[in-house]
């Protein structure tokens, strides 16, 4: 997993457009910065690349 692709993640989360667990908007509304497995593999390991990357939340928090 990259910054970059986790930092896509957040940013779909934290704006509220839709439910995490539906990939295929998760997808798109990354603009296709994420696949399918990209979004699986966050998800099982969201805690991880969260303690990997914990200035992200505030980066995107702080661009919304």
Not at 6 to 18: H, I, R, W
Not at 24 to 34: A, H, N, R
């Amino acid at each position: 997993m990259t910054k970059e692709k986790f930092k896509a993640y957040l940013t779909v989360q934290f704006s509220g457009l839709t439910n995490m667990f539906d990939v295929k908007q998760v997808i798109m509304f990354s603009d296709d910065v994420l696949n399918k497995a990209d979004c699986l593999d966050i998800m099982k390991n969201y805690d991880k690349y969260l303690t990997n990357w914990p200035e992200l939340e505030k980066e995107v928090e702080d661009e919304r």
